[in-house]
Structures are given as structure tokens and as C-alpha cells.
């Protein structure tokens, strides 16, 4: 008889994620899925049709490793324009097969065995296990009740010799909160007298609403020199299956960024990097529309669902709503979110499951990014409930 060596899991109590677990369920029961974080309708048809484009026309080869030339020069006159800073697309600019791959690039740059990084509860669920991964160790600290605030004398407190980077999420998935420019301030503050790396996850930079201004780390010059910020087309294009995200550092970083993703993917795929590039250039407006397109998204949602028992908390950005369950059942929120979907049809996220200790809360999150038809659909069930 062979034998093989004994496996023994690298990331004890992790599972499926609970996004591929949801919309499996909503698959099985028929159900309307608000829960996994995808647009139930295309990107423009301009750019799809620019893909087809390249498809078509031989550009099916490998993309340079650190991502197609042109793609990284628009997004260099998008950052600058934005948020001000110059860029060097041949040197700062490195793009990935989605963000997930540039956190993953990120958090093994800097994170060694023993180090500690600190990440804010609910935290999104891939940045556990990328530090797991490297041999380090996360500290979770709670965003603050009622509104999802970070407290920054907890972070300058948990700060230690072996705190190596804090991961940011701005606007922040799964509550909605976004960072305020107070936030950046107590930030800059603490960077000024500790050292740390930044990660900042910034996938919802365009969808912010009420005319509040996305405080992107790219904004403030004296942190550049530490941070790796992080976006998607995904999100800003609703091509979410396209997976195609960077990552934007200084030079020193980058180059250590690409010499790990550079064996993780090499590069991502180049039709798709070619239409996104032309298509940014063309329509740079385009991303600019997305802060109404979202917020009349989250309107009617919250219009629809008002008369329900559910109680709405604020959504300031991304395409997730948070509602409050506590009036209709004592149930905790996995078990409900699963007895929703199978009994009343209607899928959505438990928000424990981004804690590592869950507070007394009763949370489920819903997506919005869904044509008006389905949102009209998953409120007409919320309402009976
Ligand atoms: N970070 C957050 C907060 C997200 O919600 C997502 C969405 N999937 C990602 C990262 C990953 O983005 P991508 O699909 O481009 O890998
Ligand atoms: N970010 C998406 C969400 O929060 C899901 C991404 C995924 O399925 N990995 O729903």
C-alpha cells in the first residue's frame, strides 16, 4: 500500500466562503440572491464589445507581467486627476486578476512570521488568511456601534514591535461605513510616530454617496511612502467575473509586489486589460456616474423596505445595506439568513461570520447592486417578514 503524507490544513477554521455558500443556496431554493456582491446586469457595451474587439483580433497571448501598458498609464491620469498625486505607471502601477489577488501580493510583501496586522471587524474574508498564510497573526479590533467608526486610541494601543501593517476598507464592505477625513487625520498621526505598512482595500472607491468625497490614502502624500492601495474594475465596470484589479505603491514596493505576483499569476488576462484601457481613456466620466447610479439603487431599496419590521442602519458607500433583524426573530444570523433563503426565497449574508468574536448584534446584509425589478422583488418578501 502507498502512502502519502498526512495533510495538515494551513488555515485551520476556515471554510467555503460564505458568498460562494449563499449563492449556491439561493441557486438550489430558486431563491432571489442578495446576498454575494455582483451586478445582475453588463458593464457597457462599449467595453464589452471592446473585449470582443481583442478577442477577436489576436491579442489572446500573455499581457506583460505587470500589466498592459496602456491600462497602467490611463490609470495613472485617473489617479492624478482624482486624487492628485504622480504616479509612475512603469514603476507604481502593477495590475492583478482582481483585488483579492493584489491584497493576497500585498500582505505577503510585508507580512513575515510572527508579525502582527491589525484589521477591523467585520473584516472582508480574505485578509485573515492572507496573513495566516505569511506565518502572521491578525489582531481584530471591532469597528465602533452604531455607526461602524474606527477608534483610533484602540488602534495607537494595539500598536506594538510586532504590529507590521493595519488593513483599511474604505467604503467599507459589509457595513457601508466610509473613512471621514477625521479618520485620515487620527491616521497621518499615528503613522507620524509608529511604523507600520498600510493596505488599503479601496474596491468601493466610486460608489460613495450623499456627495461625501472618497478618502483615498492616494490623497495624502506623507503616506504614500507606506501604502498599497488597492482597487477593481470589477466593481466600477459591474464585470465582477472579469477579476481584473491593481495595485498602486511606490516604486520599492511595487517591485517587491511584483516579484511575488509575478509567480502567483504572472499577469491577467490581456483582452480584457486592452477594451478596460481604451474604455478609461474614452469615458473617463463613466466612473464618475456611479455615486447616483448606486445611491438611487440604495434609495429605492430603503424606500421599498421601510414599511417592514427590518430596521435599516446607514449605507454611506458600497452596494451592501445593513438591516437590523432583532424585531423578528431570535434566530442567530447564519441559521436565519439560511432559513430565508430556503423558506421565504430571499438570499443574504449572516455579518458574524466577518468577526472573529461576534457582538450581540442582528445583522444581515443585502446587496443592491441589482437591477430595480429584483430589488422591488427581495423587499416585497422583506415587507411580509
Ligand atoms: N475587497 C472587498 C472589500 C470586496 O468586497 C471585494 C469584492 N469581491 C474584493 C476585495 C475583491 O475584489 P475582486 O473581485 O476584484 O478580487
Ligand atoms: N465581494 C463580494 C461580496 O462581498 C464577493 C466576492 C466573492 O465572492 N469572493 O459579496
Not at 442578495?34 to 478577442?55: C, I, K, M, N, T
Request: one cysteine or more; charged letters at 20%; aromatic letters at 10%.
Amino acid at each position: 500500500m502507498q502512502s502519502i503524507p498526512e495533510l495538515k490544513t494551513k488555515l485551520p477554521g476556515v471554510g467555503t466562503t460564505i458568498f460562494t455558500v449563499m449563492s449556491q443556496l439561493a441557486l438550489d431554493h430558486d431563491a432571489v440572491n442578495l446576498s454575494q456582491g455582483f451586478p445582475d446586469f453588463d458593464g457597457p457595451a462599449e467595453l464589452l464589445d471592446g473585449v470582443s474587439h481583442y478577442l477577436h483580433h489576436g491579442r489572446n497571448q500573455y499581457a506583460p507581467m505587470a500589466g498592459v501598458p496602456s491600462l497602467r498609464e490611463a490609470l495613472a491620469k485617473k489617479v492624478q486627476s482624482l486624487y492628485g498625486p504622480d504616479v509612475d505607471p512603469d514603476t507604481e502601477i502593477t495590475i492583478t486578476s482582481g483585488a483579492t489577488e493584489a491584497l493576497f501580493c500585498a500582505l505577503s510583501v510585508v507580512v513575515r512570521p510572527g508579525d502582527e496586522v491589525i484589521v477591523f471587524d467585520p473584516a472582508y474574508d480574505s485578509y485573515d488568511p492572507a496573513v495566516t498564510l505569511n506565518g502572521g497573526r491578525t489582531i481584530h479590533l471591532p469597528l465602533t456601534a452604531p455607526d461602524f467608526r474606527i477608534d483610533w486610541n484602540r488602534v495607537e494601543a494595539s500598536l506594538g514591535a510586532r504590529t507590521r501593517a493595519i488593513v483599511l476598507n474604505s467604503p467599507h464592505n459589509p457595513t457601508g461605513s466610509v473613512l471621514r477625513g477625521e479618520d485620515l487625520q487620527a491616521l497621518r498621526a499615528l503613522a507620524s510616530r509608529h511604523e507600520f505598512f498600510l493596505i488599503s482595500d479601496e474596491v468601493y472607491e466610486h460608489i460613495i454617496f450623499d456627495g461625501v468625497a472618497h478618502e483615498s490614502l492616494l490623497r495624502y502624500e506623507d503616506l504614500l511612502p507606506r501604502s498599497f492601495v488597492i482597487s477593481s474594475f470589477g466593481k466600477t465596470y459591474h464585470t465582477t467575473g472579469w477579476k481584473i484589479g491593481y495595485c498602486v505603491a511606490p516604486k520599492a514596493l511595487s517591485e517587491e509586489f511584483r516579484r511575488i505576483h509575478q509567480f502567483v499569476t504572472f499577469c491577467s488576462n490581456t483582452p480584457v486589460q486592452l477594451a478596460l484601457a481604451d474604455f478609461l481613456s474614452a469615458h473617463p466620466e463613466h466612473y464618475l456616474t456611479l455615486p447616483d447610479f448606486y445611491q438611487s439603487k440604495r434609495d429605492l431599496f430603503c424606500r421599498l423596505v421601510a414599511p417592514s419590521r427590518f430596521r435599516l442602519k446607514p449605507s454611506a458607500g458600497t452596494y451592501f445595506q445593513l438591516l437590523d433583524y432583532s424585531e423578528i426573530s431570535d434566530l442567530d444570523d447564519v441559521s436565519l439568513a439560511r432559513e430565508f433563503t430556503v423558506r421565504e426565497k430571499l438570499a443574504s449574508i449572516p455579518v458574524s461570520v466577518f468577526y472573529d468574536d461576534p457582538p450581540e448584534q442582528k445583522l444581515l446584509r443585502f446587496c443592491f447592486c441589482k437591477d430595480d425589478a429584483t430589488l422591488a422583488r427581495g423587499a416585497e418578501i422583506l415587507c411580509r417578514l
